[in-house]
């Protein structure tokens, strides 16, 4: 027992001397409270949930696309601007047409309203007409009632007829 408090003692007075060759020394720091954040990257391919084809109205050249590939569209978002030559010669040629008849419109107006006033100024006219006619017809009456008046009554004859 002796030998094993020599043992203790021995291995006590090493610690001892050994120790502070041996000590660490540790750094503490605060705890932080934020998210973990670990990345990998993996190879990989994204596979489209919805493929659709699309097709312009009208045929001509692309002037600009608005988004990019892969953006997230909806329905009536404008995707890319066309410039379509043939349809501004097909505008203009509308355009044309359109004044073309604006102008007949206009000319066709002109004439209703100037035949409007003829047709106002003729049955005024006529109007008159009637209306001198009837005073004409009502002298002419009032004359034959007259005359009628002033002359005997003269019974018409009848005509003989030769046998």
Do not use: C, H, W
């Amino acid at each position: 027992m002796r030998k094993v408090r020599q043992l203790f003692s021995a291995l006590a007075i090493t610690l001892v001397v050994l120790a502070p060759a041996m000590a660490q020394t540790i750094e503490l720091v605060p705890v932080v409270k934020k998210a973990v954040s670990r990345t990998i990257d993996l190879p990989g391919e994204f596979q489209p949930f919805m493929n659709v084809a699309l097709y312009a109205r009208v045929a001509g050249y692309v002037e600009t696309v608005v988004v990019d590939r892969g953006s997230v569209v909806k329905q009536g978002d404008l995707l890319v601007v066309l410039s379509a030559p043939e349809m501004k010669a097909q505008v203009a040629a509308a355009e044309s047409k359109v004044q073309a008849a604006e102008a007949d419109r206009a000319q066709a107006e002109s004439k209703l309203a100037s035949l409007e006033a003829n047709a106002a100024s003729t049955r005024a006219a006529f109007e008159a007409f009637i209306t001198r006619l009837r005073n004409a017809q009502d002298q002419d009456a009032g004359m034959a009632a007259e005359s009628r008046v002033l002359s005997p009554a003269t019974v018409p004859q009848s005509p003989t007829s030769p046998r």
